[in-house]
C-alpha cells in the first residue's frame, strides 16, 4: 500500500505563498496519479490539481489556474503545490491523495489513498 504524508501548511498572510508537499511510500510504482483536495469547515473536499506521475501532465480547478502549480519529483517521490496569491477563501485542510492509472479525475471517490492532511490558514 502507499502512505502519503503531506507537511507545509500553515499560517500566511493574504497575498503569501505556501508549498505543500505530500511525500509517498511503500509500494509505489510509475502508472498512478496524485492529487490535492481541500476541504474548508463545513464545506465538500474540493479538487485542486492532479499530476499524472509518468507524464507529469497536470490538471488545475479552473477557479485556481494561474495560482496554485502541482509539480512532482520523481527521485523523491513527492509531489508538490505551489500556492501564491493565498485569498483567506483559501483557508481549509489540505489532502494529498493518490490513485492508481494516470487519469486525473476531479472527484475525490476515484482516489483511493489518502494522506491525514495538512491545515492551511490565510487571515486578511
Known amino acids: 500500500q502507499v502512505q502519503l504524508v503531506e507537511s507545509g501548511g500553515g499560517l500566511v498572510q493574504v497575498g503569501g505563498s505556501l508549498r505543500l508537499s505530500c511525500a509517498a511510500s511503500?509500494?509505489?510504482?510509475?502508472?498512478?496519479?496524485m492529487g490535492w483536495f481541500r476541504q474548508a469547515p463545513g464545506k465538500e473536499r474540493d479538487f485542486v490539481a492532479a499530476?499524472?506521475?509518468?507524464?507529469?501532465?497536470?490538471t488545475y480547478a479552473d477557479s485556481l489556474k494561474g495560482r496554485f502549480t502541482i509539480s512532482r519529483d520523481t527521485a523523491k517521490n513527492t509531489v508538490y503545490l505551489q500556492m501564491n496569491s493565498l485569498k483567506p477563501e483559501d483557508t481549509a485542510v489540505y489532502y494529498c491523495?493518490?490513485?492508481?492509472?494516470?487519469?486525473?479525475?476531479?472527484?475525490?471517490?476515484?482516489?483511493?489513498?489518502w494522506g491525514q492532511g495538512t491545515r492551511v490558514t490565510v487571515s486578511s
Open positions: 491523495a493518490a490513485k492508481t492509472g494516470s487519469s486525473r479525475p476531479q472527484r475525490h471517490d476515484d482516489y483511493s489513498r
Open positions: 511503500g509500494r509505489t510504482h510509475s502508472n498512478y496519479a
Open positions: 499530476i499524472s506521475w509518468s507524464s507529469g501532465s497536470s
